[in-house]
């Protein structure tokens, strides 16, 4: 069974930086690239980061480009998520996501549970 | 980037109702258009990829359809568990781009 376990999420003031983890099982998790994507509070679904299965490739959105940094440790069955100079607008349950290759036209198919992250002085 | 636009942004229906979500790309996508299904403080989950094909374990009243700008996602007969928030998300292209939701309430 595809189990995606999200870690980190914490109470953080403005300008500060927490690193968020996910724990990957049940599927060879070096074959799949990754997401995280994220929700505020009330609001819809917003892809923030990817990264291939090799983590060669990387992409952020506009709205974290710059502040935050996606990594992945394959021999440990890990994602993560650097946040640094974080703001009160990244206030959001983040989730992480697998995505299906191109035979499967990139569809995120799996999502963790989320993890919530606060920004508030 | 690419927009994607869902309508309604809500709406309203009955039990055993026949319902129907649109979502329009900004450009051309292709059949790279999904839909998820999401309920209050759950994760999302994926009903629908490229287009048309239904995930494993999905009844087969949702159905996709579309290509191009274009796409529908259709409920053939409401059950009580599908009054939820619905998404269309392309993956065309990064950045990934998701529309606004459509939420399904009971009327």
């Known amino acids: 069974e595809v189990q995606l376990v999200e870690s980190g999420g914490a109470l953080v003031h403005p300008r500060g930086s927490l690193r968020l983890s996910c724990a990957a099982s049940g599927f060879i998790f070096s074959d799949y690239n990754m997401n995280w994507v994220r929700q505020a509070p009330g609001k819809g679904l917003e892809w923030i980061s990817y990264i291939s299965y090799s983590g060669t490739t990387i992409y952020y959105a506009h709205s974290v480009k710059g502040r935050f940094t996606i990594s992945r440790d394959n021999a440990k069955n890990s994602l993560y998520l650097q946040m640094d100079s974080l703001r009160n607008d990244d206030t959001a349950v983040y989730y992480c996501?697998?995505?299906?290759?191109?035979?499967?036209?990139?569809?995120?198919?799996?999502w963790g549970q989320g993890s919530l992250v606060i920004v508030s002085s | 980037d690419i927009q994607m636009t869902q309508s309604p942004s809500s709406l309203s229906a009955s039990v055993g109702d026949r319902v129907t979500i649109t979502c329009r790309a900004s450009q051309n996508i292709k059949t790279y258009l999904n839909w998820y299904q999401q309920k209050p403080g759950k994760a999302p989950k994926l009903l629908i990829y490229t287009a048309s094909n239904l995930q494993g374990g999905v009844p087969s009243r949702f159905s996709g359809s579309g290509s191009g700008t274009d796409f529908t996602l259709t409920i053939r007969s409401l059950q009580p568990e599908d009054f939820a928030t619905y998404y269309c998300q392309q993956s065309y292209s990064m950045p990934r781009t998701f529309g606004q939701g459509t939420k399904v309430e009971i009327k």
């Open positions: 996501a697998r995505e299906l290759p191109s035979s499967h036209g990139w569809t995120i198919d799996y």
